[in-house]
């Protein structure tokens, strides 16, 4: 593909004392809360899902063309072209959903084995990411298997850990919460870069957010719709559900029981990959 030779032709251009963070994550698993941790350091500029519009574009077409500013990356050159200018002077993080970031990284060998980049993979429970998703669109979307993603997340991440020659690092969502400073000192340590305080607290940020300081793209109702938490946090607070409930118990505070079905179909076609990032952790 003509942007992945534009990314390769580009990488000797990267200043080589920088670093890339490449966070990977489902949906609904406090990625964009990570994602401010490394962007609020003053050595860090952050891309905020800009391969969103991008992604929908080529599988959606029309039927999403308004969801995004118009300031979004249109395509793979444009957003690569940025990526390289920005790790010249500092570092980068780039923070995506599994679903959008296939075509642009993730299924690229050569990408795969590029020492700038460091992955951070973040994992949550699928039962607490379709809770998440249903609350907030009020009703089941055939596509939800797709966005849920675990075990889409789970074959890229043994797919990077495999190719990439750093380490590899796999996240979850609980212990991030809980243990928030534990958990980004040993990403700097491994990544050469020092701690900073400012990875621990933050400002609100204003409202209406034009995503242009990360780079985002969705326009700002829709930021807003799915992103408030992250925009009004000031730091990482522990989740305040951990405890999975009996297949029994689950789903039965959602509005539609027609939907509930559907919903345990996605839960169980994803949860033996979570339990296999279980047994990565181990």
Known sequence: MKYLLVFLTSVSLWAQDNKIVYIVASPRS??????????????????????????????????????????????????TAKIVKESRINHVVLKDVIFTTEQFVLQNNELLKNSQIHFVFLVRHPYWILQSLYKGDGMFHPIYNQLVGVKQLYETYQKAKDLNPNKVHLVFSEELSKYPRETLEIIFANIDIPFSEKSLSWNQLPEPFDGEKWYASKRYDLFRFWHHDALMSTCIRPLKRLDVPSEEDMYRDLFKDEDREKLFEVYRYHLPFYKKFLEEKK
């Open 30 to 79: 406090l990625s964009s809360a990570m994602f401010r941790m490394f962007e609020n350091r003053d050595d860090f500029v952050g891309f905020h899902e800009s391969t969103m519009p991008i992604h929908s574009r080529r599988k959606r077409g029309a039927e999403t063309a308004g969801w995004y500013q118009k300031s979004a990356f249109k395509t793979y050159n444009d957003l």
